[in-house]
Each structure stands twice: as C-alpha cells, then as structure tokens.
C-alpha cells in the first residue's frame, strides 16, 4: 500500500482556454470567446501561444481552423479546441515553440 504522503496530488489546472465558432463559408468561422469576455480571451490566447503579438494569434487561429475542417462537414469547433488544449499544455514559451506544438512534432 503506498505511503499517502508520497502520492502526489493531482494538478490543479485551469481548464484550457476555448473558442465558439460561427460559420461563415464552410472553409471558414468567426471565432469568439465562449463567455463574451473577449479582452480577457484573447489574453488568455496569447498566454496559451506563448506570444505578446495579436497577429501571430490571428494567424495561428487561421491555422488551427485550416486544420480542423473534417471533409465533407467544415471547421470543427471541437478540433480548434482540442489543439488549443494540446498547444496550452505543451506551455510554449515563444512563439517559435507554439509551431513547433502546432505541426505536432
């Protein structure tokens, strides 16, 4: 039986940052904070990709939609979030980091 003070305590996170997403052709969304707190959100997107800059956060968000269109239904939302998640985790600290946890290598 282990020791209880040696098991670790598990990770108190704060759940991953999300987007909702509103389809405007099927290759493309407007995205948008789940909770309307955008200035909050798009910090919170920043902080996630590692960067200070709004426009590598445009161009990753573009780049994260590119890569969740499942064929034959469009942009997924459950996709966007889920290499949001995945990226967040990875903790990049730059944005040369959040590429690399981008292209999944």
């Known amino acids: 039986m282990p020791n209880?003070?040696?098991?670790?305590?598990?990770?108190?996170r704060r759940p991953p940052v999300r987007v909702r997403s509103r389809r405007i052709t099927a290759e493309s969304a407007k995205l948008y904070p789940p909770?309307?707190?955008?200035?909050?959100?798009?910090?919170?997107?920043k902080k996630?990709?590692?960067?200070?800059?709004?426009?590598?956060?445009?161009?990753?968000?573009?780049?994260?939609?590119?890569?969740?269109?499942?064929?034959?239904?469009?942009i997924s939302e459950v996709g966007i979030n889920a290499a949001l998640a995945f990226i967040e985790g990875f903790a990049p600290r730059n944005e040369v980091e959040a590429s690399l946890a981008m292209d999944g290598r």
Do not use: H, K, N, Y
């Not at 209880?4 to 108190?12: E, F, I, T, Y």
């Not at 909770?35 to 997107?45: A, Q, S, T, V």
């Open 35 to 45: 909770d309307g707190e955008e200035r909050i959100w798009w910090d919170r997107l």
């Open 48 to 74: 996630a990709l590692g960067t200070a800059s709004s426009d590598f956060v445009t161009a990753s968000l573009q780049q994260l939609q590119a890569a969740a269109q499942f064929p034959g239904s469009g």
């Open 4 to 12: 209880p003070a040696c098991v670790a305590a598990p990770l108190q």
